[in-house]
């Protein structure tokens, strides 16, 4: 059970599974820091906890619990990269794209990095990112996108069906781009690393703590919850798929969209070493992709696209546990222990932002479903900025807020596209 959320997202594997949270006090009275942090997903936690260490103090409001959001819900990928190839965001973004795709090729780096430097306890595995292709038109773009990663010095190779078929331990998949530069590791316990990590640098952490107003005070901010205040020189706000009404503007320049997953018992001897042998977490080329991996207790995890209602959740898990058995059949008659979820945030242009909000206030959001070395990176970007490196010292650039055309209609939009990608991935298009 994931706290304060709807039934139907809370069974979650990684909380069943993950170590001792931190003591998160909620916030009571008056407390004052230089910079707060709002929002206590890898986002803030990388945000306090570089802030902490660069001798700045910084007090995190969560509303729930650090990692309760996606950040302990997630599928532990750590990708490099964008959504869209290199190539695509340069030609788009110009300079700026390639400062982009640079900072997000190396993000599994950071992430890996901290884990070693504050030897966090979540199962870190790097045996790269595993991309694989349903179709002869989905391996042609993954060939591009290797070529194009290739140009830049990446460390990507691609590899046959043969090839591919060892490392996913099925036949279903017509080749792979292996990029040597990601890996996977648990969600939840990374989260409530990186929160002992701030803690124990000198940050401030309050859990059940909604931040319900920000206002201006003199040169800095208030921030008001139900029963205190916290009173900072800069804010950060750093809730992506949770996005409130806190900051007008903010929840309507990104689209909350719901991932879910489902886990097995953990699987017979015998049957486990034969999926996915070597670790990888793959994830496919569908337009509505499904990405897997298995535990380090030997379960098989598959997760994809959800959705709002709760019929339509259970549909959406459902389908997920027979994608399983159609790509393992040894998991044919397995037991299902967990079935959970959680938001991403999409951007309308599909890549990360940082938004200046007011004189001291910036966000970072909008990670398209690859947050896991994104926002820990861009929380990174936001300590930089906090602690008075000037905008155009950080690598991703400082853009305005924007709504999302229609936002009001966004659950029945992405309702609407998620039946047409459907569609089209049964047609193999
Ligand atoms: C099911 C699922 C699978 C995914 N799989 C992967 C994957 O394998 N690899 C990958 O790279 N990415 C994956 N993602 C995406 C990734 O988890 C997210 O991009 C990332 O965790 C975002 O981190 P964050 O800190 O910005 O936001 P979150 O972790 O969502 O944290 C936001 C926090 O803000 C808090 N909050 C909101 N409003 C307030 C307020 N007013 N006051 C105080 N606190 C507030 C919320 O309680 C929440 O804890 C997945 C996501 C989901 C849901």
Redesign the pocket.
């Known amino acids: 059970m994931i706290g304060n959320e709807r039934a139907a997202l809370a069974d979650s594997l990684w909380t069943a599974t993950a170590g001792a949270s931190p003591l998160c006090p909620d916030l009571e009275g008056t407390a004052q820091a230089d910079v707060a942090v ?7 936690l990388s945000a306090a906890l570089h802030l902490a260490e660069r001798g700045i103090k910084a007090a995190l ?4 619990s650090p990692g ?4 302990g ?7 490099p990269g964008l959504k869209e190839p290199p190539a695509e965001i340069e030609a788009r973004l110009g300079a700026s794209g390639q400062a982009l795709v640079r900072f997000a090729g190396s993000a599994p780096d950071l992430v890996f990095g901290l884990i070693a430097r504050h030897g966090i306890d979540c199962a870190p595995h790097r045996p790269g990112a595993l991309r694989v292709a349903q179709n002869a038109r989905a391996l042609d773009a993954l060939k591009a996108q290797a070529h194009d990663w290739r140009r830049r010095g990446a460390p990507v190779e691609m590899l046959d069906a043969a090839g591919t078929a060892r490392l996913l331990g099925t036949e279903a998949y017509v080749g792979g781009l292996l990029d040597r530069r990601g890996g996977n590791l648990h ?1 939840l316990d990374y989260a409530l690393g990186l929160a002992h990590a701030a803690q124990a640098a000198g940050a401030r952490l309050y859990g059940d ?3 319900l107003a920000v206002e201006r005070r003199g040169d800095g901010y208030s921030i008001r919850t139900a029963r205190g205040s916290l009173r900072a020189g800069r804010v950060l706000l ?7 009404g ?1 900051w007008p503007g903010l929840a309507q320049s990104v689209v909350p969209v719901v ?3 489902v886990a097995t018992e953990p699987l017979p001897p015998g049957v486990a070493e034969t999926i996915l042998p070597e670790g990888h977490s793959p994830s496919d080329m569908r337009r509505l992709l499904l ?1 897997f991996r298995r535990t380090p207790d030997g379960r098989f995890v598959m ?1 994809g696209r959800g959705a709002w209602s709760d019929r339509g959740l259970r549909r959406a898990m459902q389908a997920l546990r027979r994608a399983s058995g159609a790509l393992y059949p040894a998991l044919r008659g397995v037991r299902w222990d967990f079935a959970w ?4 945030a999409l951007t309308a242009d599909r890549v990360p932002h940082l938004h200046r909000l007011d004189q001291g206030a910036m966000a970072a ?1 909008g ?1 398209n ?7 820990t990176a861009m929380g990174a970007q936001l300590a930089q900025w906090a602690a008075g490196d000037p905008e155009d010292a950080l690598v991703v650039p400082v853009t305005p807020l924007q709504p999302v055309a229609f936002h009001r209609f966004h659950k029945l939009g992405v309702t609407l596209a998620g039946a047409r990608y459907a569609a089209l991935d049964r047609l193999g298009l």
Not at 341 to 344: E, Y
Request: one cysteine or more; hydrophobic letters at 30%; charged letters at 10%.
């Open positions: 709002i929002g206590g997903g890898y986002t803030g409001l969560e509303a729930e309760w959001g996606a950040s819900r997630n599928g532990g990928q750590v990708n969600p703590s909604r931040a750093c809730t992506n798929g949770y996005t409130d806190l991932s879910v997953q990405y997760g979820g959680g938001q991403v959001l990670y479903g690859r947050g896991v070395a994104l926002a």
